[in-house]
């Protein structure tokens, strides 16, 4: 298999960790959305990752279709999600709110990287920010009350969705964790986001420190 995308990405991580944590073997190619673009088009036209080239040559893109894909390949004892549910659904709903915020904090990045600015949208951007702050603080709310290792009791999809995401806004947005700050050191945005959402942060701490996490990680670059 092959894995198109940079790790930078939450997307492309959360489908790398999964793979670590299967123990499948993939080639990866940290082709940037920008400058290797047509090299992407080749598998996916959108330009967008993740692309997951399996062994016979089919391109699996969007991260959800790739790991549904890799929890049907490896069985349904093995999978991070079961196949039906509640437990199901109450994972696919935790991936979807955080994968959720992860594309408003991408649109985010790109408002600002893109953009001067007095070419910027504020109305954009204050809807992003709300769109971010309120879903953190209901995640934030669902994780405490929960408590446990785990969101759902085991190691799930949702535990590395919530993880990833959060990983990339602390880096592309770290004010975005305590708005009374104004630095914007990885140190600072750390200790806020702790003060204001700890179930979240220990959530967070405790994924980041599993060896597959630490195998697929890459500081955030954008360059376009």
Same mark, same amino acid.
């Given at each position: 298999?092959?894995?198109?995308?940079?790790?930078?990405?939450?997307?492309?991580?959360?489908?790398?960790?999964?793979?670590?944590?299967?123990?499948?073997?993939?080639?990866?190619?940290?082709?940037?959305?920008?400058?290797?673009?047509?090299?992407?088009?080749?598998?996916?036209?959108? !330009? *967008?990752? /993740? &692309?997951? +080239?399996?062994?016979?040559?089919?391109?699996?893109? @969007?991260?959800?279709?790739? =790991?549904?894909?890799?929890?049907?390949?490896?069985?349904?004892?093995?999978?991070?999600?079961?196949?039906?549910?509640?437990?199901?659904?109450?994972?696919?709903?935790?991936?979807?709110?955080?994968?959720?915020?992860?594309?408003?904090?991408?649109?985010?990045?790109?408002?600002?990287?893109?953009?001067?600015?007095? !070419? *910027?949208? /504020? &109305?954009? +951007?204050?809807?992003?920010?709300?769109?971010?702050? @309120?879903?953190?603080?209901? =995640?934030?709310?669902?994780?405490?009350?929960?408590?446990?290792?785990?969101?759902?009791?085991?190691?799930?999809?949702?535990?590395?969705?919530?993880?990833?995401?959060?990983?990339?806004?602390?880096?592309?947005?770290?004010?975005?964790?305590?708005?009374?700050?104004?630095?914007?050191?990885?140190?600072?945005?750390?200790?806020?986001?702790?003060?204001?959402?700890?179930?979240?942060?220990?959530?967070?701490?405790?994924?980041?420190?599993?060896?597959?996490?630490?195998?697929?990680?890459?500081?955030?670059?954008?360059?376009?």
């Amino acid at each position: 298999m092959i894995l198109i995308g940079q790790y930078d990405s939450p997307f492309v991580r959360r489908v790398a960790v999964a793979l670590q944590h299967h123990g499948l073997a993939y080639e990866h190619r940290p082709w940037s959305v920008w400058a290797d673009a047509e090299s992407i088009a080749q598998y996916n036209p959108l !330009r *967008r990752v /993740p &692309v997951l +080239v399996m062994d016979d040559g089919e391109a699996l893109v @969007e991260s959800a279709a790739i =790991l549904d894909a890799l929890d049907g390949l490896v069985g349904p004892e093995r999978a991070l999600l079961p196949p039906s549910g509640e437990a199901r659904r109450a994972g696919l709903r935790v991936c979807a709110l955080a994968t959720g915020f992860a594309d408003k904090a991408v649109s985010l990045l790109y408002e600002h990287v893109l953009r001067a600015g007095d !070419r *910027r949208s /504020p &109305v954009w +951007v204050d809807r992003c920010v709300t769109q971010i702050s @309120e879903t953190l603080d209901l =995640l934030e709310r669902e994780r405490a009350a929960r408590g446990g290792d785990f969101w759902l009791g085991a190691f799930s999809h949702a535990d590395i969705a919530v993880a990833c995401a959060l990983r990339f806004l602390g880096e592309a947005h770290p004010s975005l964790f305590d708005t009374s700050h104004t630095s914007h050191t990885s140190h600072t945005s750390h200790t806020s986001h702790a003060a204001r959402r700890p179930a979240l942060a220990a959530h967070a701490a405790r994924c980041e420190a599993l060896p597959v996490f630490a195998a697929v990680v890459q500081p955030l670059h954008v360059a376009v």
